[in-house]
């Protein structure tokens, strides 16, 4: 397909798309075991990480404006932010749920609005990468919350993606299954393990595997936005 | 008769309504009746012959609509206000409807929201809060309250949940919409994984801008561009979702569950 608004000389005036970063500078917003996990895997595989456990609730927004701050300061620079939904308790009541979802929207809201204005302010472009459960997409038994906070979190990142991008800021996600060395609160039962393991999928990925998505998607380069990666070993395909 | 006959009578006969094999005498919970898009889906409930119990914020508007509802013989949907953004608020507007009804609804359609639009800087925690309250915690409150009630009926049941577009694509300056959205239909997802073994299905509509609805609120502007992008080349109406609706609550539709019926116009093909 040919735009015919975009002229040779418009391309050429235009700014030219951030190329990939092999060792993205990330500010890494999380406070449980995944975490843990992808930042020391991300560090590991070559990225400058900060990160910071997010407060909830009323004043989660001040938190994220100076924790971005910092990290911006600690890093000499931002390139992504990466959000994290940490797995939570299977067979929440539905206050829980709610209280889930809740939490998950005001950490991301406050860390993009901190992260979307330091790019905005720097004149630089930036990349937001949400790291949450498949459930998201596809719901899961006994994962109401985890499901209701990462399908907050897929809603949100695809309205940012629509609204961030004349600011030249990608958001993605990458949606985990499985993920070695974590209770992610659910496993596949009898049948579900015949069925994947007859096609060899289904086995939990690691960290490193995570941690990879993740820079691919923060280090620029790729044209993507808006879409989600499925780092679950093709439970959902 | 011939054969050949048969076969054209069979082709030639009118087209069963749908309520023949639907709505017909089936206890019906509407939430959110009060709303365009939720006394759409009671009028067409009540035209199928279902028995309806109605919900919403607005009493003028449900008293009107109950009014326009009530039967030649004088049968009249009850109406019943409560806030659902509550375990106890939902229970006892189940109460009520099972009282109303004579049992405990065999149908409910969720049909609340509401929308905060605005760029990403102008919105903080307390916007997010009340999107979530005004769309997520009324849908997983009554949705509970009606698997509960359904498990003390002996199983199934159908439960219909109008959720956005924003929710599966997104949407610029609907940021928290976006998100409430999306955490209805995963959770709506889960939720049909858990009951489908008893029977309770659990499906999501998701329509595109909406004449009457919450793209009220939308900028001028944005309505028209999208308007302009879709193929449809018009406005989604609540009678565009009426349909849809009755299909997931048919009791034909038992092994339709987990799904979210994309009503856009073409808007979005994927």
Known sequence: ???????????????????????????????????????????????????????????????????????AGALDGLDAL???????????????????????????????KAATGHWTRARTPGSIVVVCDIAGLCGREGLAASAAASG??????????????????????????????????SALNGAEQRLF??????????????????????????GLTGQVLHADDGLVI | MSARRKFWSWFSRPAAPLAASGSDGRRVLVAGASGAIG???????????????????????????????????GTAPAVLCADCASADGAQALFTAAEAALGGAPEVLVIAIGSARDDALPMLGDADAAAVIADNLAPVVHLCEAMRAARARAGGGGRIVIVSSITGLVGQPMRTLYGAAKGAVIA??????????ASGLTV??????????????????????????????????????????????????????????????????TW
């Open chain 1, 1 to 71: 397909m040919v735009n015919a608004a975009v002229t040779p000389a418009a391309l050429r005036a235009a700014s030219p798309a951030p190329l990939a970063t092999p060792a993205p500078r990330l500010w890494l917003h999380g406070d449980g075991p995944l975490s843990g996990l992808l930042a020391e895997a991300l560090c590991a595989a070559g990225a400058a990480v900060h990160g910071h456990a997010p407060q909830a609730g009323a004043g989660a927004g001040a938190d994220a404006e100076t924790a971005c701050a910092t990290a």
């Open chain 1, 82 to 112: 990466v959000c994290v939904a940490d797995p939570l308790p299977a067979a929440a009541t539905a206050d829980a749920i709610v209280a889930a979802a809740l939490v998950a929207t005001q950490r991301l809201l406050g860390s993009a």
């Open chain 1, 152 to 185: 907050a979190l897929l809603g949100m990142a695809r309205s940012l993606a629509k609204e961030l991008g004349r600011r030249q800021i990608a958001v993605n996600a990458v949606c985990h299954g499985f993920v070695a060395g974590l209770d992610t609160g």
């Open chain 1, 197 to 222: 393991g007859a096609m060899g999928l289904g086995k939990p990925v690691t960290a490193a595997m995570l941690a990879a998505d993740v820079l691919f998607l923060a280090g620029g380069g790729h």
């Open chain 2, 39 to 73: 006394s759409a889906l009671a009028e067409a409930f009540a035209a199928d012959g279902a028995r309806l119990a109605l919900h919403g914020r607005r009493a003028d508007a449900l008293a009107g609509l109950a009014a326009r509802l009530t039967t030649a013989d």
């Open chain 2, 187 to 196: 959770y709506a997802k889960s939720l049909a994984r858990e009951t489908a």
């Open chain 2, 203 to 268: 499906n999501c509509l998701a329509p595109q801008v909406l004449d009457g609805g919450l793209a009220s609120l939308m900028r001028a502007h944005v309505r028209q561009t999208l308007l302009g992008a879709t193929p449809a080349a018009r406005a989604c109406t609540p009678q565009d979702l009426v349909d849809a609706a009755r299909f997931l609550a048919a009791p034909g539709a038992g092994y339709v569950t987990g799904t979210v019926v994309n009503v856009t116009g073409g808007l979005v």
